[in-house]
């Protein structure tokens, strides 16, 4: 497992940027697939977006389609969800995930590793 520490969180207005990033530990980082998930209280954790091994493959939520973007940098150990046009139903706390396999996948159950979450809010 790797450990997964995530930041950038915070509260925006509608229509503004956030950029979330989730720093990992270990040597390994570049064999791991990563995903952004996200879960109001009371609710199950939603997709947000994922991406393979080498970013040649990314995968979106149709909710944030065009507005999220995920990218990662394997000689940083980083992966990064730059959000823009956030809307006040993007609230809620953000979780990075990772598994230990080179592909991406929307299922929550698949990922092997996850970081305590980032808060974001966007006030209307």
């Known amino acids: 497992q790797v450990q997964l520490v995530e930041s950038g969180g915070g509260l925006v207005q509608a229509g503004g940027s956030l950029r979330l990033s989730c720093a990992a530990s270990?040597?390994?980082?570049?064999?791991?697939?990563m995903g952004w998930f996200r879960q109001a209280p009371g609710k199950e954790r939603e997709f947000v977006s994922a991406i393979s091994w080498n970013g040649g493959t990314t995968l979106y939520a149709d909710s944030v389609k065009g507005r999220f973007t995920i990218s990662r940098d394997n000689a940083k150990n980083t992966v990064v969800l730059q959000m823009n046009s956030l809307k006040p139903e993007d609230t809620t706390v953000y979780y990075c995930?990772?598994?230990?396999?080179?592909?991406?996948?929307?299922?929550?159950?698949?990922?092997?590793?996850w970081g305590q979450g980032t808060q974001v809010t966007v006030s209307s």
């Open positions: 995930a990772a598994r230990a396999t080179y592909f991406a996948t929307r299922n929550p159950g698949a990922y092997d590793s």
């Open positions: 270990g040597r390994t980082f570049s064999s791991y697939a």
